[in-house]
């Protein structure tokens, strides 16, 4: 089952605002009954002031896209129209505490329910461009289209072009297959045949670094890594370095989980980037695992 | 309140007597049967009993026809892969759309390799054209695998009559018998079966153990090759404690066959029914009159299946869904799909799957607590009037992308 927070299981309980919003003189409908989930955003609008006064929504979905339809009710009430439209997908999701990648599209589709919604109000007429493929990269949630465009409009030809234009693959490295097939299929279409290209070796090393700016160097790139971790409700600390060995501390929601050891390559992948030398990292067991968005089903 | 657990189709708790028969496996009888000292022999006479108990459960001829092996898709690909390596000018394989992940991503996987995969069709109710199959049936085919009982339905196929053309057509004939082994009796020497799939973990045996019955004669070509175990079908040292706790469950199984077909299939078509006849717009989906005695899976119209479990959960009531929220994809189940239950509908399958270890309190439970659930989630539906569903859900609600 999926690891939902709290805040998303609460807000399926007991969503709010559900229902139809009988004087409502906004509506935005999106979603597909094909695709398993399907929103109508009803707002009520002052007119003179342009603010939500009342929101309702009806929503055909799983239990995040329900929370998603909830939260979003619950934050753009007292908005007015433009303050609302500055709510992106993520502030839903960090609004729910966040939700797993696979779940991601729900968030998704409460922004552009808002979006049409709005555009319903003014007498616009809201075009969806957003088109989704199956889920791909699990560790950076990117999908099959988001991967395909990219690389046909970039050119792309490697493994490595794609984590570097789009993030997929640089974790766990276990959608490797299926980026390589991404990869093939459009290449093909260029009449191109995707060669396997070896990992880059490490940045050359471009001369010894001094003790002092290899400590700063290795400072800089926990201090970059921190809020995205935060973000997941985890973080990571430096302990120690010995050589080529760093010791770091995890702590929350990454601590002891699957997505550790992903956390961990991609931040030492990081680390030998901006060092140019082969290094390691290693946990040091410092809190006791506590169960994350790390392992869904 | 004590859970409810109605998902014996995705995993089983492992018997109590058969956990007890295993745990002496992880301690004094911790010998490798392949050794020649007397800590080995005993966990070699330990597995002759284990391999006989599986023997009789399937009907099998020899108990030699019975090989471990670690879970069912590993059976399954060890089966499909050797009879395309024993015959490597056959590029053709015949299998079904309804197929559980271990074979379809298998059989999709060896599409990009080049050979020619045929997907036979199903009905509405989940059930497979033969003449369609019998065409199909040429010097080209390697392999069919056919399940026996489907996962998501229960549906059942007929196997063994399939396995009887495919013999006088001179193709192989495999079947992914997962879901069956241990509900339905079944006598494998008399059919021409050639190779089938078992998994542990469906049967109240622990999970990570299988077996693949081959049938003697047919020509084979081992996954693993390494050490002479299983008679160097499958190579490594046997995980002895799981097979006898296979053994053991295998028994059991055989033991318990007439409670299966009589008391447990009653409970669940008192479930059937009893939530039948408070919901609308619900219906059975495969074929209600020949399938699994444990399974039930209903389609609850115009909601989504992920909400009924995460409200089924919350009352201690296990159960499984096809629909696409569930699993991570955009999709429906495929199985749904294949029978061409509208989206409407297929987005909202609750599979409930018994076991003896279920009592009839305990349905009723299940019983008082789908309705409400099902009118909550139906309230926030935008495909749901006051009540009923709206009229032409598909007018009343186009959403702007599709
Ligand atoms: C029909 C069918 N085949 C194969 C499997 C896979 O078995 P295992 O989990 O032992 O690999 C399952 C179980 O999910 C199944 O239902
Ligand atoms: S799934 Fe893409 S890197 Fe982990």
Redesign the pocket.
């Known amino acids: 089952m999926w690891e939902y927070s709290e805040k998303v299981q609460e807000h399926f309980f007991n969503p709010r605002n559900a229902g139809a919003l009988g004087d409502a003189n906004a509506t935005g409908e999106v979603g597909s009954i094909s695709c398993g989930d399907a929103l109508r955003l009803m707002l009520k609008v002052d007119p003179e002031s342009e603010r939500i006064l009342d929101a309702g929504f009806q929503t055909f979905g799983c239990g995040s896209a329900i929370a998603s339809s909830s939260a979003l009710t619950e934050m753009i009430k007292g908005m007015t129209l433009d303050e609302a439209l500055k709510v992106s997908n993520q502030d839903i999701a960090d609004y729910l505490d966040g939700l797993p990648p696979e779940k991601m599209h729900c968030s998704v589709m409460g922004r552009e329910a808002l979006e049409a919604a709005v555009a319903n109000y003014r007498g616009e007429v809201w075009k969806d461009d957003h088109e989704e493929g199956a889920l791909i990269c699990k560790c950076f949630a990117i999908d099959a289209v988001m991967i395909e465009d990219t690389v046909r409009s970039n050119n792309l030809s490697t493994v490595q072009d794609v984590i570097n234009y789009t993030k997929a693959g640089g974790g766990c490295a276990a959608c490797h297959e299926g980026i390589e097939e991404i990869l093939t299929k459009v290449l093909a279409e260029r009449g191109e045949s995707f060669k396997v290209t070896p990992p880059p070796s490490p940045v050359a090393a471009t001369g010894k670094l001094s003790t002092l700016e290899r400590v700063k160097r290795i400072q800089q790139v926990i201090e970059d890594v921190r809020p995205a971790l935060q973000r997941d409700r985890g973080d990571i600390e430096l302990v120690d370095i010995d050589g080529k060995t760093i010791y770091v501390s995890m702590k929350g929601a990454c601590a002891g989980c699957q997505m550790e050891a992903l956390t961990l390559q991609g931040v030492q992948q990081k680390m030998m980037e901006a060092l140019g030398e082969f290094v390691k990292l290693v946990p040091v067991r410092a809190t006791t695992p506590a169960p994350g968005l790390c392992n869904p089903k | 309140m004590n859970p409810i657990y109605l998902d014996n ?3 089983t708790r492992v018997d109590p007597a058969v956990v007890e028969v295993m745990l002496p496996f992880f301690t004094e009888q911790f010998g490798n049967p392949s050794s020649m000292h007397s800590f080995g022999n005993k966990v070699g006479l330990a597995l002759k009993k284990a391999r006989q108990q599986v023997q009789a459960l399937i009907g099998a001829e020899h108990d030699s026809e019975i090989i471990f092996t ?7 690909s060890t089966a499909i892969l050797s009879a395309l390596k024993v015959q490597p000018e056959r590029k053709e394989i015949i299998t079904t759309a309804v ?5 379809l991503t298998l059989c999709q996987t060896l599409e990009k390799d080049g050979y020619t995969v045929h997907y036979l069709k199903v009905d509405g109710k989940g059930r497979l054209d033969l003449d369609e199959y019998a065409k199909l049936l040429t010097d080209k085919v390697a392999i069919v695998s056919v ?1 026996w ?3 998501e339905t229960g549906t059942l196929f007929p196997v063994e009559k399939m396995a009887e053309m495919a013999n006088e057509a001179g193709v192989m004939f495999h079947t ?4 069956i082994v241990g509900k339905l009796p079944m006598d494998l020497k008399s059919s021409k079966i050639d190779m089938l ?1 078992i ?4 049967l109240h045996a622990p ?4 077996v693949l019955y081959l049938r003697r004669g047919a020509r084979f070509r081992p996954l693993l090759r390494g050490g002479h175990q299983e008679r160097g079908r499958r190579a490594g040292t046997e995980n002895s404690a799981s097979i006898v706790a296979l053994g053991a469950a295998c028994e059991q199984a055989l033991a318990n066959m007439a409670f299966e077909n009589t008391e447990v299939k009653a409970l669940r078509d008192r479930l059937e029914k009893g939530i039948l006849a408070q919901v609308p717009n619900a219906f059975v989906t495969g074929d209600p009159d020949n399938r699994l005695p444990n399974t039930c899976n209903i389609a609850f119209e115009y909601i989504e299946g992920e909400g009924i479990l995460l409200l089924l959960n919350k009352q201690g009531i296990a159960a499984s869904s096809g629909s696409a929220c569930t699993s991570g994809s955009l999709e429906p189940s495929h199985v749904m799909r294949a029978m061409g239950i509208p989206y409407t509908a297929a987005h909202g399958t609750v599979r409930f799957s018994l076991s003896r270890y279920n009592t009839e309190e305990e349905i009723d439970r299940v019983i008082a607590a789908v309705p409400p659930i099902v009118a909550q989630l139906r309230k926030l539906s935008p495909y749901w009037g006051e009540n009923g569903p709206v009229t032409d859900p598909e007018q009343a609600f186009a959403p702007v992308y599709a």
């Open positions: 189709n995705a995993t670690s879970c069912g898709t590993e059976s399954d197929e559980h992940p271990a074979i399940m009982a489907n996962n992914d018998a997962v879901q799939s998994s542990g973990h469906k999970k990570g153990i299988g």
